[in-house]
């Protein structure tokens, strides 16, 4: 059926909608972000969830304070090396399906403190981004744009078939290793599976 | 607790022993946000160094530009003309108008409220946020002093917009104060609780209004004479029990003084130059020597201490955090209280772990 002859049914008040969509509709509508936040940029998560920006607008005003109840965790700050291991083992505590936004320079990569000995150059070395808000800090705007792009994407996900979500395909882990304190560094200092060091090519 | 509590305020870690529900024990564990600010700051020029300053308390960006500007002047022996006096004056003043409130609100989500305290504050941080942000260009991560003066002009709407703002907030404040102050399950919860007495507040060099909850009059402001503040008439509130329900009056009742300050700040800004024109911000190389700048931030005795070897970048930096100071009596005024106190207690305390572990 077309577009058209969907949108006249939709008119005549005959509502036409596959599992999927609904499925994801339900759930792109009602996300439950984890009440956490590291640094600076939590300050302005906490700016969008209050009146001028109101982040209730997309159902995605329950910040939940434990991670068995949330489905989105906002890396919101500067992941420290002593905090690294902390936020993956939160993250390993959220159910499937779960996602998560880095905001800002520092959970992208390190940020203005990128030179610190101390500070990770981006949480993607450990747990899988979804979505990137630049920034130092991103405006409230911004993350109400990253969480808009967020359900566009859930939207998009498949139940199904080849391109199946990826929380459905049980080859996909939903836990993902715990770095130690290693003498000099967090060991391993990347997840292996998640990100490699890009190589500089050199030439002789 | 924590580092990942919903009341720590951050990426605080207490470890705590209890005895039922009393805490016979309290330890604070740091660094869960440790940033290298200090090291950074070294090995950067001076100008370089400002927006960091911005990045240690989050919420108070102007007042760490001043303190640490007044630092560099010190060491370059600057003089910052009147007007510029002035404006960091105001500036100063409406950041405090920005923690204050929203510490409140912070303090009443640590009390158990859902939220409601903390969307009015949030409503007049955002007023201010938008004053700020025409002026500097960012809203939270001002980076609008510079050493020698500010780094723009306000245009007369800003002022006027200032001003009005600064006239309304007084309703605010008892719109505030009506639905928080008299509140049963506050007093109950507050009066009491968390006592510090003057002497062990003195002791542990805490400052700001902390101390002064507990009597001590001893404001940076009035004592230490910085900037302008000798020219304008105001009070400084004084607790007399240092529990934590004073520290929560001594918030309110210094944004009412902050309201006097700034309507005489606006009444008196004179015309005129707004940066020294012996300041130099690139290139800026002091003299060997050493300096400390401090001031009265909205937590406390804010100071920087910078030591130069005549190099583009100061040879040692070092921040002195209120906030972190002001910790390390945390275990004191729990002992004897519930866990669920141990959060107001705090709470009343005002941290910003940017500033704790830098
Ligand atoms: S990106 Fe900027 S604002 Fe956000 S945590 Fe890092 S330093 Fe702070």
Same mark, same amino acid.
């Given at each position: 059926?077309?577009?058209?002859?969907?949108?006249?049914?939709?008119?005549?008040?005959?509502?036409?909608?596959?599992?999927?969509?609904?499925?994801?509709?339900?759930?792109?509508?009602?996300?439950?972000?984890?009440?956490?936040?590291?640094?600076?940029?939590?300050?302005?998560?906490?700016?969008?969830?209050?009146?001028?920006?109101?982040?209730?607008?997309?159902?995605?005003?329950?910040?939940?304070?434990?991670?068995?109840?949330?489905?989105?965790?906002?890396?919101?700050?500067?992941?420290?090396?002593?905090?690294?291991?902390?936020?993956?083992?939160?993250?390993?505590?959220?159910?499937?399906?779960?996602?998560?936004?880095?905001?800002?320079?520092?959970?992208?990569?390190?940020?203005?403190?990128?030179?610190?000995?101390?500070?990770?150059?981006?949480?993607?070395?450990?747990?899988?981004?979804?979505?990137?808000?630049?920034?130092?800090?991103?405006?409230?705007?911004?993350?109400?744009?990253?969480?808009?792009?967020?359900?566009?994407?859930?939207?998009?996900?498949?139940?199904?078939?080849?391109?199946?979500?990826?929380?459905?395909?049980?080859?996909?882990?939903?836990?993902?290793?715990?770095?130690?304190?290693?003498?000099?560094?967090?060991?391993?200092?990347?997840?292996?599976?998640?990100?490699?060091?890009?190589?500089?090519?050199?030439?002789? | 607790?924590?580092?990942?509590?919903?009341?720590?305020?951050?990426?605080?870690?207490?470890?705590?022993?209890?005895?039922?529900?009393?805490?016979?024990?309290?330890?604070?564990?740091?660094?869960?946000?440790?940033? =290298?600010?200090?090291?950074? &700051?070294?090995?950067?020029?001076? +100008?370089?160094?400002?927006?960091?300053? %911005? !990045?240690?308390? *989050? #919420?108070?960006?102007?007042? =760490?530009?001043?303190?640490? &500007?007044?630092?560099?002047?010190? +060491?370059?022996?600057?003089?910052?003309? %009147? !007007?510029?006096? *002035? #404006?960091?004056?105001?500036?100063?003043?409406?950041?405090?108008?920005?923690?204050?409130?929203? +510490?409140?609100?912070?303090?009443?989500? %640590?009390?158990?409220?859902?939220?409601?305290?903390?969307?009015?504050?949030?409503?007049?941080?955002?007023?201010?946020?938008? +004053?700020?942000?025409?002026?500097?260009?960012?809203?939270?991560?001002?980076?609008?002093?510079?050493?020698?003066?500010?780094?723009?002009?306000?245009?007369?709407?800003?002022?006027?917009?200032?001003?009005?703002?600064?006239?309304?907030?007084?309703?605010?404040?008892?719109?505030?104060?009506?639905?928080?102050?008299?509140?049963?399950?506050?007093?109950?919860?507050?009066?009491?609780?968390?006592?510090?007495?003057?002497?062990?507040?003195?002791?542990?060099?805490?400052?700001?209004?902390?101390?002064?909850?507990?009597?001590?009059?001893?404001?940076?402001?009035?004592?230490?004479?910085?900037?302008?503040?000798?020219?304008?008439?105001?009070?400084?509130?004084?607790?007399?029990?240092?529990?934590?329900?004073?520290?929560?009056?001594?918030?309110?009742?210094?944004?009412?003084?902050?309201?006097?300050?700034?309507?005489?700040?606006?009444?008196?800004?004179?015309?005129?130059?707004?940066?020294?024109?012996?300041?130099?911000?690139?290139?800026?190389?002091?003299?060997?020597?050493?300096?400390?700048?401090?001031?009265?931030?909205?937590?406390?005795?804010?100071?920087?201490?910078?030591?130069?070897?005549?190099?583009?970048?100061?040879?040692?930096?070092?921040?002195?955090?209120?906030?972190?100071?002001?910790?390390?009596?945390?275990?004191?005024?729990?002992?004897?209280?519930?866990?669920?106190?141990?959060?107001?207690?705090?709470?009343?305390?005002?941290?910003?772990?940017?500033?704790?572990?830098?």
């Amino acid at each position: 059926m077309s577009d058209a002859e969907r949108e006249d049914l939709r008119r005549h008040g005959i509502l036409l909608t596959s599992l999927e969509e609904l499925y994801n509709w339900g759930r792109s509508n009602s996300i439950w972000p984890l009440q956490f936040g590291l640094a600076c940029c939590a300050i302005e998560m906490i700016a969008a969830a209050t009146a001028r920006f109101d982040i209730a607008r997309f159902g995605a005003e329950i910040f939940r304070p434990s991670p068995r109840q949330a489905d989105l965790m906002i890396v919101s700050g500067t992941v420290t090396k002593k905090m690294a291991p902390l936020v993956v083992r939160l993250w390993n505590q959220m159910p499937e399906p779960k996602y998560c936004i880095a905001m800002g320079a520092c959970a992208i990569s390190g940020g203005p403190f990128k030179q610190g000995y101390n500070v990770l150059k981006g949480i993607d070395r450990f747990i899988p981004v979804d979505i990137y808000i630049p920034g130092c800090p991103p405006r409230p705007e911004a993350l109400l744009h990253g969480l808009t792009q967020l359900q566009e994407k859930i939207k998009a996900e498949r139940l199904a078939g080849p391109d199946t979500a990826r929380h459905l395909r049980p080859e996909n882990p939903g836990e993902f290793p715990i770095p130690d304190y290693g003498a000099h560094d967090l060991q391993p200092p990347n997840n292996p599976a998640l990100f490699s060091p890009p190589s500089l090519p050199r030439k002789p | 607790m924590g580092p990942q509590h919903p009341s720590t305020h951050g990426v605080f870690r207490m470890i705590v022993t209890l005895d039922g529900e009393r805490i016979v024990k309290l330890k604070p564990v740091f660094g869960y946000l440790h940033r =290298n600010h200090e090291k950074i &700051a070294e090995s950067t020029s001076y +100008l370089a160094s400002m927006p960091y300053t %911005d !990045r240690l308390d *989050y #919420l108070c960006s102007m007042t =760490n530009n001043w303190a640490y &500007a007044l630092a560099v002047e010190k +060491l370059g022996g600057l003089t910052v003309p %009147d !007007r510029a006096q *002035y #404006l960091r004056v105001i500036m100063a003043e409406l950041t405090r108008l920005v923690n204050h409130s929203c +510490l409140v609100g912070f303090l009443f989500n %640590d009390l158990g409220t859902s939220f409601t305290p903390l969307l009015y504050a949030f409503r007049e941080r955002e007023k201010i946020l938008d +004053l700020f942000e025409a002026l500097s260009g960012s809203r939270m991560m001002c980076n609008y002093q510079r050493f020698g003066g500010c780094r723009v002009d306000p245009s007369p709407e800003w002022l006027a917009a200032a001003k009005a703002l600064v006239d309304n907030f007084p309703r605010f404040l008892d719109e505030y104060e009506t639905m928080l102050t008299g509140n049963e399950i506050m007093l109950a919860r507050t009066q009491g609780v968390g006592r510090l007495s003057a002497a062990d507040a003195i002791n542990a060099g805490i400052t700001g209004p902390i101390l002064r909850a507990s009597g001590v009059d001893y404001d940076l402001r009035k004592v230490d004479g910085t900037g302008f503040y000798p020219r304008f008439d105001f009070r400084v509130p004084l607790g007399a029990h240092g529990d934590t329900y004073d520290r929560y009056m001594m918030r309110i009742l210094e944004m009412r003084e902050s309201v006097k300050i700034l309507q005489q700040a606006f009444r008196d800004l004179p015309a005129g130059p707004i940066m020294d024109p012996k300041a130099k911000l690139r290139g800026f190389r002091p003299k060997a020597g050493e300096a400390y700048g401090r001031l009265e931030g909205p937590k406390g005795e804010l100071g920087f201490y910078l030591v130069s070897d005549g190099s583009p970048n100061p040879y040692r930096y070092r921040v002195r955090p209120p906030s972190l100071i002001n910790l390390t009596l945390l275990e004191d005024m729990c002992l004897g209280h519930t866990i669920a106190d141990s959060v107001v207690i705090l709470g009343s305390i005002d941290i910003v772990l940017g500033e704790v572990d830098r």
